[in-house]
Every structure is written in structure tokens, then in C-alpha cells.
T-cell receptor, first 114, second 112 residues
Framework: DAGVIQSPRHEVTEMGQEVTLRCKPI?????LFWYRQTMMRGLELLIY????????DSGMPEDRFSAKMPNASFSTLKIQPSEPRDSAVYFC????????????FGNGTRLTVT | GESVGLHLPTLSVQEGDNSIINCAYS??????FIWYKQESGKGPQFIID?????DKRQGQRVTVLLNKTVKHLSLQIAATQPGDSAVYFC???????????FGSGTRLQVQP
């Protein structure tokens, strides 16, 4: 099992540019989560999907953020336009189908917006 | 992934000692709890979980205790090793929801 795979591992971009983060969940998992981690706010939920459908996007900070899950094996988180305050580590996680099950995290994308 | 914060509470223990990391939660509707370990440059790694109908669960060298009366969760690590040095997070899940809410984390430093 390869685990949750995120790309890129690091992204450095200039303010105003579009950023796309990618995630491949664990095969067979039907829930996918995007979290953001910063020194000030810790780990925050941005959005999560169940069976490819967005269930709760209340954590998405602004309209500049959008997430999609076109199929069970792929999700993207897009920021357009990016701002310096978006600098953080973005984690994708997935979990299995039945009842309470732990989230399995990827190793994150470290985003730096200058 | 970066470790969270320069201002995390830190627990420093000697190698071989037992460690206890504590977590308080506020949501009475939480029905599932997890401890994660995060090492520098990595994502949170699942350690152990416990459901609200239990008060204790044991794994390999780790034990989680849940006290629902005072909304308190603890992680006990037996015979702590240098490889246990990391940031530890507790997380909780509300009934009917799949997403986890994370605590702010505790840094564990193991002195050889």
C-alpha cells in the first residue's frame, strides 16, 4: 500500500499566481480530506469529500480556494490568486468506509507564496 | 510537513522512562478519538484510537485512556525511545461526521 500520495512536495510561487495541489488517496478509501497546518493555527480542516461529493467546505477560507474530486483516486486543491498568508503545509488524508476509522495522511505540500 | 509551532507545550523525558501526554476536549458529542504522531517533514501518523464506549485501549507500548466525565484523553508511552521524539496530536470526531478536529499538539523530547 503506497499510502496517500501528494504532489508537489514543495511549491514556491509569487503572489497572484494560481497554485494547484494534488492528492491520490489510498485505494478503496471513500472519504478524502484537505487540511492546512500553520504555526499559528495548527491543523485546520478545509474540506472533505465522501464518495467524491463535497460534504463540508465550511473550512475553506475564501472563494480563492476551491477543491475538486473528479474520481475516487484523485483530488485537487486550487488557490487562485495565491497570497502570502496562504503559505502553509497542506495535507490530504483519506479514510475507509465503515463507521469510525482513522484518517491516513500524506506527507503534505509545503506552499510558500512570496 | 513542518512541526507545529515554536510554542508547543514540551514534555522532556529520559530514554526508558514512561511518558504521559494529556489532551482535553470540549465537545460532548465526540464519539471517536485518535492519537497521531508527527515527525519533522512528515504527515501525522496514526498511533492508536478509542471509541467513546471504551475507557482504555492498549497497543504496542502505547495505551490510550479516555475519561468522558471530565473530557480528558491521555496517551501513555512505555519505555520511551529516542525514536518517539515527535509532536503528538489528539483528535476527536463528532457523531455523524467523518472529519477530525485536532488539538494543538505536544512536543515530546526524549533525552538519551
Amino acid at each position: 500500500d503506497a499510502g496517500v500520495i501528494q504532489s508537489p512536495r514543495h511549491e514556491v510561487t509569487e503572489m497572484g499566481q494560481e497554485v494547484t495541489l494534488r492528492c491520490k488517496p489510498i485505494s478503496g478509501h471513500n472519504s478524502l480530506f484537505w487540511y492546512r497546518q500553520t504555526m499559528m493555527r495548527g491543523l485546520e480542516l478545509l474540506i472533505y469529500f465522501n464518495n467524491n461529493v463535497p460534504i463540508d467546505d465550511s473550512g475553506m477560507p475564501e472563494d480563492r480556494f476551491s477543491a475538486k474530486m473528479p474520481n475516487a483516486s484523485f483530488s485537487t486543491l486550487k488557490i487562485q490568486p495565491s497570497e502570502p498568508r496562504d503559505s502553509a503545509v497542506y495535507f490530504c488524508a483519506s479514510s475507509g468506509q465503515w463507521g469510525n476509522s482513522p484518517l491516513h495522511f500524506g506527507n503534505g505540500t509545503r506552499l510558500t507564496v512570496t | 510537513g513542518e512541526s507545529v509551532g515554536l510554542h508547543l507545550p514540551t514534555l522532556s523525558v529520559q530514554e526508558g522512562d514512561n511518558s504521559i501526554i494529556n489532551c482535553a476536549y470540549s465537545n460532548s458529542a465526540s464519539d471517536y478519538f485518535i492519537w497521531y504522531k508527527q515527525e519533522s517533514g512528515k504527515g501525522p501518523q496514526f498511533i492508536i484510537d478509542i471509541r467513546s464506549n471504551m475507557d482504555k485501549r492498549q497497543g504496542q507500548r502505547v495505551t490510550v485512556l479516555l475519561n468522558k466525565t471530565v473530557k480528558h484523553l491521555s496517551l501513555q508511552i512505555a519505555a520511551t525511545q529516542p525514536g518517539d521524539s515527535a509532536v503528538y496530536f489528539c483528535a476527536e470526531k463528532d457523531t455523524g461526521r467523518r472529519a477530525l478536529t485536532f488539538g494543538s499538539g505536544t512536543r515530546l523530547q526524549v533525552q538519551p
